[in-house]
């Protein structure tokens, strides 16, 4: 197979988060810009923006909901209408402010009606995306007890959800709210030790999630 190489030119400071599906690709920037590209498109090119106030720290898009763009900003999530026909999209069909912390990933489930939201403080907060409104918070003893990164639905499902976080633990979620932790190992190798010096230690925090199509879960 062929590899293509090619440089997407529009943001005019870092870029910060990417979502993929298919032949779309969305991206968050420090420039307070979320973009749209359409892949098919020779050269590719940016086919809608968003202008936010702040930074763009995680974007998604559903291939069951075609005509919707998240992006998150602080501890808001804003929706945006792709049905529209302006480039420049200026007004959120939907906004919902529910983290009182920086949210790090957002993800939408297969069906297109909910959104997972991992944020720094910990918590995992689901969005109706048919109202915009808090369906449910998942924390507590079962929870992440640091910040959580990143989130990812089981493909297939109508409600299987896991989280990672910087307290190198991932939690298995059920619809009720009780959570199932399976902590990260250190790795206590010969070859993590010094001969002259102290042993140091990476500790395993898991900064990303994806589910494999055999519903096997890998954990960066």
């Not at 032949?23 to 920037?29: I, K, T, W």
């Not at 809608?48 to 291939?63: F, G, M, Q, T, Y």
């Not at 990812?152 to 307290?167: E, F, H, I, Q, Y």
Request: hydrophobic fraction near 40%.
């Amino acid at each position: 197979m062929a590899i293509q190489r090619s440089q997407l030119k529009g943001h005019k400071d870092s870029v910060l988060t990417l979502c993929a599906d298919g032949d779309r690709l969305a991206s968050g920037g420090a420039d307070g810009s979320c973009r749209l590209w359409d892949l098919r498109c020779t050269p590719r090119r940016s086919v809608r923006a968003a202008l936010l106030k702040d930074e763009v720290s995680a974007v998604a898009i559903s291939p069951t909901r075609l005509e919707l763009l998240l992006a998150a900003v602080g501890g808001k999530v804003l929706g945006f209408d792709l049905r529209s026909e302006k480039v420049l999209l200026q007004e959120p069909s939907g906004e919902r402010d529910l983290a009182r912390d920086e949210i790090n990933q957002i993800s939408i489930d297969h069906a297109g009606h909910l959104c997972a939201v991992a944020e720094d403080a910990g918590p995992v907060h689901l969005l109706d995306l048919n109202t915009w409104r808090v369906d449910k918070t998942l924390a507590g003893k079962a929870g992440h007890d640091n910040i959580c990164s990143c989130v990812a639905w089981k493909p297939g499902r109508d409600w299987t959800l896991a989280s990672g976080g910087l307290d190198a633990a991932v939690v298995f979620w059920q619809r009720s709210g009780r959570g199932r932790k399976v902590l990260m190992q250190q790795d206590l190798g010969e070859e993590s030790a010094t001969a002259t010096g102290p042993q140091l230690l990476n500790p395993p925090f898991v900064h990303s999630l994806a589910y494999l199509p055999d519903e096997t879960l890998a954990a960066g």
